[in-house]
């Protein structure tokens, strides 16, 4: 068992040693790629957020308990149902002036309580800046309205939407080491894939591994000698210089 597993690292370090710069070729080359699809398809989005606070209608008096709070705290999923209504989103998308539906608007729509509290955030993400501020705007100033006349709680505007200025990341750089590393992974496995396909005898370790017969001798290669380099003849003279040196 120990010799089976020597026999595989072996290999695995032969491929690495043998493949390594078409290994590194291949990563770059899908890392490269992973990057330019994301690019060119993944379109940038740009998101605008308000933050709200959630009281109980026990807790609207002048001392809050423990029990109050925690009260609150389990408000705050049922005042997100609320908030992904669909009666809610249509209203919020015709007062916004923006031609979505229910659906599209809660696509958009991320709503989540903030480190277990009774404070919730919904974000509203759309290519266009403009669009995703106008409709975080319009429901950040109908979501205490309507809790309050369905519930009796109430609820609070904390942080109010802003103009986003910047988008948020497409993941291209996350993308592209992601791509890099698996075209490395992949290159590496059809290599290591070729290499243990690969019946052809090349040294004596692959004869005792295949045969389980140990080696009496090996017929070493032998180098043709080189021909020795003809010795240049001398030109032969022409008439007129016999002549010359008779003369």
């Keep these: 068992m120990e010799n089976k597993n020597q026999i595989n690292l072996e290999k695995f370090l032969f491929v690495i040693k043998r493949r390594i710069v078409w290994i590194i070729i291949i990563a770059l080359a899908a890392g490269l790629a992973a990057g330019i699809v994301t ?29 109050q709070i925690q009260a609150a705290k389990s408000l705050v999923d049922t005042y997100i149902v609320f908030l992904r209504g669909n009666d809610f989103l249509e209203d919020v998308a015709k007062t916004a002036g923006v031609d979505y539906s229910y659906s599209q608007i809660r696509a958009r729509m991320t709503a989540s309580a903030v480190n277990s509290t009774e404070v ?12 995703a501020y106008m409709i975080a705007t319009v429901l950040s100033n109908k979501a205490p309205s309507l809790i309050e006349g369905i519930s009796g709680g109430k609820v609070s505007v904390i942080d109010k939407p802003q103009m986003p200025t910047a988008p948020n990341s497409t993941g291209t750089k996350r993308n592209a ?5 698996l075209g490395a992974v992949v290159a590496f496995g059809a290599f290591f894939v070729k290499e243990i396909l690969d019946v052809t005898i090349y040294t004596e370790e692959d004869i005792t591994e295949s045969f389980k017969y140990p080696v009496i001798g090996t017929i070493p290669s032998i180098t043709p000698l080189q021909e020795p380099e003809k010795r240049k003849t001398p030109a032969k003279k022409k008439d007129g210089d016999t002549a010359g040196e008779e003369a």
């Design 120 to 131: 919730f955030k919904v974000s509203i993400s759309d290519n266009d800046p403009k669009t």
């Design 177 to 181: 080491v992601l791509g890099a590393a």
């Design 39 to 67: 690019k060119l398809l993944v379109k940038p989005e740009y998101v605008s957020y308000a933050t709200f606070y959630v009281q109980s209608s026990e807790q609207q008096t002048n001392s809050i308990t423990q029990q």
